[in-house]
Structures are given as C-alpha cells and as structure tokens.
C-alpha cells in the first residue's frame, strides 16, 4: 500500500496513541527458510515459501524500475507459467511494462532573495508531480518576480485574491492541525494550486514541520509515468516551492506571523527545473488468465491483483533490531504516523524490548525494505490463489484474470496503466479482488486484531452484490472472519479507498473489494519482513478470497452496479 502523505491534500501531523498493543506478543519465525515445492492447496507452508522468496534481500526491495522488481516479476511469471497459467501480458508474454522515467531537480537549482543565494534542500524545496494527481510547471524561473503574503493555507477566506496574486511568488503561511499547531502541508488538495493559477509560484512555508523522510523524497529523484503533455487535461498549475519559516521572514521581509495578506515582500531571482531521464531496469505489470470453463461465460473476468513491487533500499545500514524495538513501542503503525512522545514508560518499554530481542542472538545492519507484508503477502496469496484455481479439475465458469501490478508504491501507476490500457476488454471485467497486507493483524498489530481480524474497503462501492456475497462466502464457508469496515466510512482520515490498485478498477465502474489485515509497526520500514508473518492467519485469508472469486466466477448473472461510478479522470475521494 503506498504511503498517504504522498497524496493530495493530506497533512503529517505528530498524533498521540497508545503503545500498549505494540507490546503485545509478535510471531518471530526463523530469519531464513529454504523454499519448498508448492501444491494445488492453498497452505502455510507454500505461502511461507512464497514470502520468504519474495521479500528476500537478494530482492533488493522490490522498488518499480530497479534489477530487483524484474527479478521479483521474473519469479512471478515463471511461477505463473509452471501453474499453467496463460500469458495475457505484451506480445504474448506474462509481461506489461509501463512507461516510467525518474524525476528530479537539476543540481544547477538556484534562487536569490534580492541577492542574497538560498540552498536547495535546505531553504527550499520543490514540490513534484506525483501519482498523476497534481501536476506543476516543470520549472520556476524568476528574475526580479514580487513577493506577496497569501495568508494561511485552509483560511480560504482569508487568503489572497487570484487577481492579487497574479504574476506574482505567493508565500503562504502553514496550515494548522486539529490542535492548532502548524503541520506540513504541501499539495493543499489542488486546490491552492488551481485557485492561483496565474501565479507565477505558490511557495508554503511549511519546511520546519516536514518531517527527514519526507525531505529526503523531495531532494532525490524520483520514478514516474512518462505521461504526454496532451493528457493533463489542460490544467495549468504554478510551480510549488516549500520553504522554511526563516526564508519566509527573507521574502517577506517580516516575520511571517504578523505579515499582513496581499502585503508586498522582496524580489526573487533564479531557476529551479525538473530533469527527465529514462529508468535503468523495465517496470512490469505481470498478467495472467485461468480460461473460464463455461464457453458461454468465459469471456468475462474476475479479476485478482496485488502489487508486485515495494520501496527499494536506504542508502545506510541500519541496526534492524533497536529499530524494531522503537517501532513497536513508539511507532505502532509504522510510517502511517509520527512516533510518539518519549516518556519515562516509553524508555523503559524500549530499553526491555531491545533487550528481549538482542538476547535472541546477534544483532544485525539491515539496508532493504523487504515488503513482506507490503506486498509480498498479496502476491504470493494470489499466486496460492492461482495454483488452487488451476489445480481444480473443474475451473470456474468466468475466466480469472491475474495481474500483479507494479508501480504501485509510488503511484499506483501500474493499475493505472492496465487499466487505461488493458490486455482484455475493460468491460468484460466483471469483479476486481485486491490484495494488499494481508499477513498481519494480529492483537500486537492492530487493538482490535487476532486469528478473525480482516478489514474491508469498497465492497459495496459500486456493487450491493459484491459485498452481500464476500460475507456470504465468509458465512457459509465458515472461514470465522469478522470484517471491520471502519477504514470504508466516506472520508476517513487514511483515504484507504484511494492508495491502491482497486482504485483504478473503481474509477471504471468495475466492482471491488479490497482485503488487508491492516497496518502496523513495521509498515514502511526496515522491519517488514518473513518471520513476522502469520503464515496460518494469510492462508486462510487467501482461501476465503480464492472462494469470493470462485463465487463471483459462477454466478448466472454478472455483478450488478447499483451505485453512481466515478469520473475515470477525476481525483479520487473517499
């Protein structure tokens, strides 16, 4: 699942929460495990050996466009071929590939505040396109441009007219959490962007409260869709700097809290441009069809999906155990949100955790970001999930379409892709099953997880039937899950619905349902890996929506959609 603070209009603000649940007792299996030969039954020991192939560190994280997301979609594809799947991909292969390019900002980037040189990644950044949802000018070229107050990003009231801010560097003052304290802030939703398109930059003084992590992503390159031009819709958007408070003061020429909206400041000089260059290693959706068994029917497709990629590698080793033990005490759900306060209990908790796990043997660096969980467990559930379904000496009645998606950590740019240009007609798509975390959510996980503990988003989206039949399947199957729906509800501050590959099946009018045992300390992190999975919870995970696809596949009538579809093109919106 890709990370929420890379998308539009949501803030990263320090949370309070409880460490209680990160104490709790964890599945700790062994730190290697040699694969062993899969079956047609969906089983433990085959996910197990799954996960630990995929989330190797010979993987080297995984991340879209590197050497080892083509070794993961090399093992993917020959998976799916010993399977006896068919290849549905490119040209009559198992393959898809997406046409990315990295991103970033040229080392020449310069500006000047009436002489006086700023630093990039230090005074300022800029904000980059990502995901498809905004995008910018690619450069910001100034010489001698005005600087004026715009007020405070959220005050819409109390910001700067449009005509004011023509032709003009509008500073923006930082937006304030629920407890009135400033947050980092920097997309604004677009709609600071679309309101001042005549600007000749949007500049937000929120650099001070962006947490290392995020900086960092803003300095280096990044990896995105080449996208034409033409397909932006015609919508024009200023360049976007983030600044610190200080740079702010130096533009304004006052200190930003008494600044007075529409009051003139300096003048800015320079250029800052965006670079494009091509990605080194091929990012590969992989496709695959299971041939339906009822000639009548098997034109139609149940579609089955997860993500075949994560977040690649630091640039430093890091201790992996001192690392565990601060997560699981002071950052429960992983990169989701910011750690909590220390306090004395905090430390103590720390301090015994370290322990615990150092007295099991030596400690260790740790430099990849294995994506056990994120999304190693959705993959190999559906390649479990295949293997049953091909196994099968009568196949369901539809055809099943697999595609393991890439890109979809950085932008959920590999559904997007097969989606707008798919290998099978859009419209025969009948149901869209994505998989996406599903090896957790145990009681140290999340407060209210355990052995039943499933979450579900989107399942009656779009369609009544598709959720009426997922809790008929859970029901008559007596699979004893109970599906939490909190993360469903319209607006939820996480945006579930919209940070994966479901998502852009949805925007088609495809039903789906999107399965995950939720997050936890290890999301994101170092600390995502094999020996953290509960391979006897995930196995029968994937039974349950190994039946949900077969249920769907042998239905007389097709799902019906009974709910508004989305606009294809627009932003998505829980």
């Given at each position: 699942?890709?990370?929420?603070?890379?998308?539009?209009?949501?803030?990263?603000?320090?949370?309070?929460?409880?460490?209680?649940?990160?104490?709790?007792?964890?599945?700790?299996?062994?730190?290697?495990?040699?694969?062993?030969?899969?079956?047609?039954?969906?089983?433990?020991?085959?996910?197990?050996?799954?996960?630990?192939?995929?989330?190797?560190?010979?993987?080297?994280?995984?991340?879209?466009?590197?050497?080892?997301?083509?070794?993961?979609?090399?093992?993917?594809?020959?998976?799916?071929?010993?399977?006896?799947?068919?290849?549905?991909?490119?040209?009559?292969?198992?393959?898809?590939?997406?046409?990315?390019?990295?991103?970033?900002?040229?080392?020449?980037?310069?500006?000047?505040?009436?002489?006086?040189?700023?630093?990039?990644?230090?005074?300022?950044?800029?904000?980059?396109?990502?995901?498809?949802?905004?995008?910018?000018?690619?450069?910001?070229?100034?010489?001698?441009?005005?600087?004026?107050?715009?007020?405070?990003?959220?005050?819409?009231?109390?910001?700067?007219?449009?005509?004011?801010?023509?032709?003009?560097?509008?500073?923006?003052?930082?937006?304030?959490?629920?407890?009135?304290?400033?947050?980092?802030?920097?997309?604004?939703?677009?709609?600071?962007?679309?309101?001042?398109?005549?600007?000749?930059?949007?500049?937000?003084?929120?650099?001070?409260?962006?947490?290392?992590?995020?900086?960092?992503?803003?300095?280096e390159p990044r990896t995105e869709m080449a996208t034409a031009p033409e397909e932006t819709d015609g919508l024009r958007f200023p360049p976007?700097?983030?600044?610190?408070?200080?740079?702010?003061?130096?533009?304004?020429?006052?200190?930003?809290?008494?600044?007075?909206?529409?009051?003139?400041?300096?003048?800015?000089?320079g250029s800052v441009a965006f670079f494009d260059r091509p990605i080194t290693f091929p990012a590969r959706n992989v496709v695959a069809i299971?041939?339906?068994?009822?000639?009548?029917?098997?034109?139609?497709?149940?579609?089955?999906?997860?993500?075949?990629?994560?977040?690649?590698?630091?640039?430093?080793?890091?201790?992996?155990?001192?690392?565990?033990?601060?997560?699981?005490?002071?950052?429960?759900?992983?990169?989701?949100?910011?750690?909590?306060?220390?306090?004395?209990?905090?430390?103590?908790?720390?301090?015994?955790?370290?322990?615990?796990?150092?007295?099991?043997?030596?400690?260790?660096?740790?430099?990849?970001?294995?994506?056990?969980?994120?999304?190693?467990?959705?993959?190999?559930?559906?390649?479990?999930?295949?293997?049953?379904?091909?196994?099968?000496?009568?196949?369901?009645?539809?055809?099943?379409?697999?595609?393991?998606?890439?890109?979809?950590?950085?932008?959920?740019?590999?559904?997007?892709?097969?989606?707008?240009?798919?290998?099978?007609?859009?419209?025969?798509?009948?149901?869209?099953?994505?998989?996406?975390?599903?090896?957790?959510?145990?009681?140290?996980?999340?407060?209210?997880?355990?052995?039943?503990?499933?979450?579900?988003?989107?399942?009656?989206?779009?369609?009544?039937?598709?959720?009426?039949?997922?809790?008929?399947?859970?029901?008559?199957?007596?699979?004893?899950?109970?599906?939490?729906?909190?993360?469903?509800?319209?607006?939820?501050?996480?945006?579930?619905?919209?940070?994966?590959?479901?998502?852009?099946?949805?925007?088609?009018?495809?039903?789906?349902?999107?399965?995950?045992?939720?997050?936890?300390?290890?999301?994101?992190?170092?600390?995502?890996?094999?020996?953290?999975?509960?391979?006897?919870?995930?196995?029968?995970?994937?039974?349950?929506?190994?039946?949900?696809?077969?249920?769907?596949?042998?239905?007389?009538?097709?799902?019906?959609?009974?709910?508004?579809?989305?606009?294809p093109h627009a932003e998505c919106q829980q």
């Amino acid at each position: 699942m890709h990370h929420r603070t890379r998308l539009a209009g949501l803030a990263v603000a320090a949370r309070s929460a409880a460490p209680a649940a990160a104490q709790a007792p964890r599945t700790e299996g062994p730190l290697n495990f040699t694969p062993r030969p899969t079956s047609g039954a969906i089983s433990e020991q085959d996910l197990r050996s799954r996960v630990y192939a995929l989330a190797a560190d010979s993987m080297m994280g995984r991340e879209a466009g590197t050497r080892g997301n083509v070794m993961g979609t090399d093992y993917i594809a020959a998976e799916a071929r010993r399977i006896g799947l068919q290849p549905a991909g490119d040209n009559g292969t198992f393959f898809q590939t997406i046409p990315l390019m990295q991103r970033g900002v040229a080392p020449d980037a310069s500006l000047t505040v009436d002489g006086t040189a700023l630093a990039f990644g230090t005074d300022f950044l800029l904000v980059p396109t990502y995901g498809g949802i905004l995008r910018f000018a690619d450069r910001f070229s100034a010489n001698g441009v005005q600087v004026v107050y715009g007020g405070r990003v959220g005050d819409e009231g109390g910001m700067i007219s449009p005509a004011a801010a023509a032709g003009k560097l509008v500073v923006f003052a930082a937006p304030r959490g629920p407890d009135g304290l400033p947050v980092s802030q920097f997309y604004a939703g677009g709609r600071t962007y679309e309101r001042y398109a005549d600007a000749a930059g949007v500049a937000f003084a929120t650099l001070d409260y962006t947490s290392p992590g995020l900086q960092e992503f803003f300095r280096e390159p990044r990896t995105e869709m080449a996208t034409a031009p033409e397909e932006t819709d015609g919508l024009r958007f200023p360049p976007g700097l983030v600044i610190s408070t200080a740079v702010a003061q130096r533009l304004l020429g006052t200190p930003i809290s008494g600044a007075q909206v529409g009051a003139a400041g300096r003048t800015v000089s320079g250029s800052v441009a965006f670079f494009d260059r091509p990605i080194t290693f091929p990012a590969r959706n992989v496709v695959a069809i299971l041939p339906g068994s009822d000639p009548a029917l098997r034109g139609q497709y149940v579609a089955i999906g997860a993500h075949n990629d994560h977040v690649g590698m630091t640039k430093e080793p890091l201790d992996h155990d001192s690392l565990l033990a601060f997560n699981r005490i002071l950052r429960p759900e992983g990169l989701e949100k910011d750690p909590v306060p220390w306090t004395d209990e905090n430390r103590a908790a720390f301090r015994a955790e370290l322990a615990r796990l150092r007295a099991g043997g030596p400690t260790h660096l740790d430099s990849v970001f294995n994506g056990a969980d994120d999304d190693a467990s959705g993959t190999a559930g559906v390649l479990e999930i295949a293997q049953y379904l091909a196994s099968q000496p009568v196949k369901p009645r539809r055809s099943i379409l697999f595609v393991w998606h890439t890109a979809e950590e950085i932008g959920l740019y590999g559904s997007e892709y097969f989606t707008d240009h798919p290998t099978v007609p859009l419209d025969s798509i009948v149901a869209q099953l994505n998989i996406d975390m599903i090896g957790r959510g145990a009681v140290g996980d999340v407060l209210q997880g355990g052995p039943g503990y499933v979450e579900l988003v989107g399942s009656r989206r779009l369609s009544t039937q598709l959720g009426d039949l997922v809790e008929e399947v859970n029901r008559t199957g007596n699979f004893g899950f109970t599906f939490n729906y909190a993360l469903d509800a319209d607006g939820h501050e996480l945006n579930i619905y919209c940070r994966s590959d479901h998502w852009n099946y949805a925007r088609y009018g495809v039903p789906v349902t999107f399965f995950t045992t939720g997050g936890h300390s290890d999301y994101h992190m170092l600390t995502d890996e094999p020996q953290y999975i509960e391979y006897d919870k995930m196995a029968r995970v994937a039974r349950l929506i190994g039946s949900v696809a077969e249920a769907v596949a042998n239905r007389d009538a097709r799902l019906v959609v009974d709910k508004p579809r989305p606009d294809p093109h627009a932003e998505c919106q829980q």
